[in-house]
T-cell receptor, first 111, second 111 residues
């Protein structure tokens, strides 16, 4: 499968724990995006990389959130000290120009 | 602030009819407008992209129009089928690459 891959697909964690998600983009794509989606809403932009450089971060991305793309290939999104409000689907997408292709997402539930 | 509105949260139509979904936006000058399909629990799947200098784009049973004066896009599915039932998302994209999504319209096609 040469699409965007996200791991894990589901994560249940206790409030206050740290979680890390991984995204493997389509190999020839230099742009990588993270979005968050809650039920009944469209995806909300979190952050964006071009190669290994993080070019933009949303105000939604509090200091508990950090994202990396160390070698310009896969990316990780870490949430520290999780809160119940962090429960959502976290989507990764990659693109070269124009169209963004999404992964299947990681569903996070904070209990 | 930028705002995207998609018509009514839910649209129900009979099989074989044409579904028309609306996307209106304010305070934005997008380079591209995209339509995605999203099934429950899955990531969005790209359908069509239309550029700011294009009026219409077609792909099989799908047609998108883009009116930058009215700040509106219409998305049509002709000869609709129950398999077309899903949530359809409109997304605006600037030259930087990130997309701003509407909250989607859930289409149900009844046999």
């Amino acid at each position: 499968d040469t699409g965007v891959s996200q791991d894990p697909r589901h994560k249940i964690t206790k409030r206050g724990q740290n979680v890390t998600f991984r995204c493997d983009p389509i190999s020839e794509h230099n742009r990588l995006y993270w979005y968050r989606q809650t039920l009944g809403q469209g995806p909300e932009f979190l952050t964006y990389f071009q190669n290994e450089a993080q070019l933009e971060k949303s105000r939604l991305l509090s200091d508990r959130f950090s994202a990396e793309r160390p070698k310009g290939s896969f990316s990780t999104l870490e949430i520290q000290r999780t809160e119940q409000g962090d429960s959502a689907m976290y989507l990764c997408a990659s693109s070269s120009v124009g169209v963004a292709f999404f992964g299947q997402g990681t569903r996070l539930t904070v209990v | 602030s930028q705002k995207i509105e998609q018509n009514s949260e839910a649209l129900n139509i009979q099989e074989g009819k044409t579904a028309t979904l609306t996307c209106n936006y304010t305070n934005y000058s997008p380079a591209y407008l995209q339509w995605y399909r999203q099934d429950p629990g899955r990531g969005p799947v790209f359908l069509l992209l239309i550029r700011e200098n294009e009026k219409e784009k077609r792909k099989e049973r799908l047609k998108v129009t883009f009116d930058t004066t009215l700040k509106q896009s219409l998305f049509h599915i002709t000869a609709s089928q129950p398999a077309d039932s899903a949530t359809y998302l409109c997304a605006l994209q600037g030259n930087a690459g990130k997309s701003t999504f509407g909250d989607g319209t859930t289409l149900t096609v009844k046999p």
